[in-house]
């Protein structure tokens, strides 16, 4: 077993940063006080990739990385933004809003949704892309719960917080393609799943109005992301432990 | 007569003024004599639609954007639908809550019906320039009114963003209840603001009482003027009421026709009739059949079915105006003459006033208890409110999970329908000169009073259909055959 690696130095947009070599390209641009949107990623879960928000410039890589699953590395030199990504993030965001059904004004999420606050960070003032307009259903059968597929982006955040943090690994994603959805046990009602332990992390989780509270009307939703982290930390740092 | 040579139909299209897009149709027949009228509403938007499949805890908010007019008719009678889907009676506070939304909100539509679009017609004359018969050349001739009247509304609608936490399309009515009560600063500022719109509604009343008595009695005796129904709410002493009670239909004698039905049995009592010219349907009194049981609802008919207001200043109002247009054959306790929804409207404001003065007074509405809690109790339930324009019943069928299976909404103007299209060809045979000569144009004046005669009812035509888009106005002048002879547009 080998010590603790030493800290690696790294430029970003200019600055020179200092991060843990275990550390993601992420976490040294947030350490750096510098931000670039996310959507997926969440402190607490393990990182995936799937938004595309993150993406960064890294002098020498032939393509854009996402910073969220990119380790940094001694002499790297990073953009964040410049006017190709921030052409990309908008595009990306545009591009969640022409997928789903996204109605801000009658949504449960309207004004805490992390996608409306993207979608203002990057600029987005309507879609270029046209409306795909899916058929999709809202998954009402649990009892405290609802899925609705129209808003669901698929960051999979509920299917990480499930597996890692609850344990209880409700949620997977299933099909293909344009089909992709967030699937509930073996693709069952959710109200079906005897796995589910009714605690709702995956609601506190969500960045959009996909999953709430049945009770939640127009703007209701009280999303709490910072929860993944809390409970990771109390778990690791031994919180409740009797001294 | 050559039909061929011979105008047979008026065309008033769009109809201006009203909340939505319509026209209207003067049918002539072989003589040039005014032989049927259409009110045709021509917009359409599917709201009971793509309302299906989505939980009912959310049809609060959607069904908020069907009107920026009355948002809040809607979000009340969405909420009372939600009470009932729980199977929850919400705490006194937010049924008292509920209440002073709905007076702001019918305070602030009826200033906008009287000040903004119906009053230029009587202070600046039916003959004026039709480019200067807006609220705009209310400002030019007479700004102190115009600035009274547009603070009367802000009133109403700023106790709404007071309370609901924005003037339109809020969600605050929630199945249960509210979601927060009165603050002291609402309340400091309404009591602050009440002298003002008071003599606002004093003034208004003083100015239409003296155009009553002059240049507007003719309009009074030929503006639909006809017997029918009455529809609304009462409450279980008979009196005014906006949001709670039992359904009474009263008849142009006064005799009650029906009274204490519930809202839950409306498909007894109500038939929607279609035709196919109009995407507004035609509500009639099932027991009369169709068109037989034409009723009229709205501020008119609230005070018709009402034995009385319950407040000292809007029942001395209403006195006076079942004494100066009360029917001889009731006695003057119902008034038949749709011309009077205007005045109907500032006797409501008065009501609603000294509505909002009693329950600003109330502590109760500052805090405690606001919203019931359960979970799905029912899988059908039918909610209702007095919009400003009549009464507004939402029915929602919900599988297990709470999902809408089904949505119906019967709206107060469709419910005037019948009564509008009989006060268009009224007006049209009391005012267009017959016959109508071949090629003649018809003055447009005139055709200003056939569009008042719609504006008496203050439609709201994107509620009505639940459809989007402006509301203009087009006449149509149709022959015998059906072919249009004349038309007049206006933006």
């Not at chain 1, 947009?13 to 949107?37: D, F, K, M, W």
């Not at chain 1, 405290?144 to 955040?157: A, G, P, Q």
């Not at chain 2, 009263?250 to 109500?270: N, T």
């Not at chain 2, 009194?285 to 207001?309: D, S, T, W």
Request: include cysteine.
């Amino acid at each position: 077993m080998t010590g603790a690696q030493l800290p690696v130095r790294l430029s970003i947009n200019g600055l020179v940063v200092e991060a843990a070599a275990e550390a993601t390209l992420l976490q040294a641009i947030r350490s750096a006080g510098l931000q670039v949107p996310t959507l997926c990623h969440l402190d607490g879960l393990t990182p995936v990739g799937a938004c595309r928000l993150c993406l960064v410039v890294i002098e020498g890589h032939p393509k854009l990385e996402p910073a969220c699953v990119t380790a940094v590395a001694d002499g790297m030199v990073v953009h964040t933004h410049t006017p190709e990504l921030d052409t990309y993030r908008r595009m990306a965001v545009e591009l969640f809003f022409a997928e789903g059904n996204h109605v801000c004004a009658v949504c449960v999420a309207n004004g805490a949704c992390e996608l409306q606050a993207v979608a203002v960070e990057v600029g987005m003032d309507h879609s270029r892309f046209p409306y795909q307009y899916p058929r999709r259903e809202v998954d009402a059968s649990h009892p405290l719960f609802s899925l609705d597929h129209h808003r669901c982006i698929l960051c999979t955040r509920c299917v990480r917080v499930c597996d890692e943090i609850e344990a209880a690994h409700v949620w997977d994603v299933g099909y293909r393609g344009s089909s992709c959805s967030i699937i509930a046990g073996l693709d069952q009602p959710w109200g079906e799943v005897a796995a589910c332990t009714n605690c709702g992390k995956c609601v506190d989780v969500c960045p959009t109005g996909a999953l709430f509270r049945k009770e939640d009307g127009s703007g209701e939703k009280q999303p709490h992301p910072e929860r993944a982290q809390q409970l990771v930390e109390a778990r690791t740092e031994h919180h409740w432990h009797n001294q | 007569m050559n039909p061929d040579s011979t105008p047979r139909t008026i065309t008033i299209d769009p109809v201006t003024r009203i909340e939505g897009h319509a026209k209207i149709t003067l049918h002539l027949d072989d003589a040039g004599e005014i032989a049927a009228a259409r009110f045709h509403v021509v917009e359409y938007r599917g709201f009971e639609t793509f309302c299906e499949g989505r939980p009912f805890t959310e049809m609060a908010g959607i069904t908020a954007r069907i009107c920026g007019i009355c948002p809040v008719s809607h979000l009340l009678a969405a909420a009372k639908t939600g009470d009932k889907l729980l199977g929850v009676q919400p705490p006194p506070a937010a049924r008292q809550l509920r209440l002073l939304l709905n007076l702001a909100q019918i305070c602030q539509s009826h200033a906008l019906s009287f000040f903004h679009l119906s009053s230029p017609d009587f202070l600046l004359g039916w003959e004026s320039d039709p480019a200067k018969r807006n609220v705009f050349g209310l400002m030019a001739a007479d700004p102190e009114l115009a600035r009274a009247g547009i603070r009367l509304r802000q009133f109403g609608q700023q106790i709404i963003e007071l309370l609901a936490g924005r003037k339109i399309h809020s969600a605050w009515a929630v199945p249960g209840g509210v979601r927060s009560p009165l603050s002291a600063i609402a309340r400091d500022w309404i009591l602050e603001r009440l002298p003002e719109a008071r003599a606002t509604a004093a003034a208004a009343l003083e100015l239409y009482k003296k155009l009553l008595d002059g240049p507007l009695q003719r309009e009074q005796l030929t503006f639909g003027d006809f017997p029918s129904l009455f529809m609304g709410l009462v409450a279980p002493d008979g009196g005014w009421e906006c949001i709670e009670g039992a359904i009474r239909f009263i008849d142009s004698h006064g005799r009650i026709v029906a009274d204490g039905l519930s809202e839950d049995d409306y498909a007894s009592f109500l038939g929607e009739a279609v035709e196919s010219w109009s995407y507004l349907k035609f509500p009639y009194y099932k027991p009369l059949g169709y068109p037989e049981g034409m009723y009229r609802v709205g501020p008119l008919a609230r005070l018709n079915v009402c034995e009385r207001i319950g407040t000292a200043w809007a029942d001395a109002e209403l006195a006076e105006l079942r004494q100066r247009s009360g029917t001889v054959e009731s006695g003057g306790r119902i008034i038949t003459s749709s011309f009077a929804y205007h005045h109907a409207r500032l006797v409501e404001i008065v009501a609603c006033l000294e509505g909002i003065e009693q329950l600003v007074a109330d502590d109760a509405l500052m805090g405690g208890r606001i919203r019931a809690h359960a979970s799905l109790n029912a899988n059908g339930a039918v909610g209702v409110s007095e919009a400003p324009r009549g009464t507004l019943f939402h029915h929602y069928r919900v599988n297990d999970d709470g999902l809408i299976t089904r949505v119906n909404l019967i709206i107060a103007t469709g419910q005037n329908n019948l009564a509008m299209n009989r006060t268009v060809a009224q007006i049209a045979r009391e005012f267009i000169p017959t016959p109508v000569a071949a090629g003649a144009e018809i003055p447009e004046p005139l055709l200003n009073r056939v569009e008042a005669g719609i504006r008496c009812f203050d439609p709201c035509l994107s509620c009505s259909t639940h459809a989007a888009g402006q509301m203009p106005l087009r006449i149509e002048l149709v022959d015998a055959a059906g072919r249009v002879l004349a038309e007049r547009v206006r933006d």
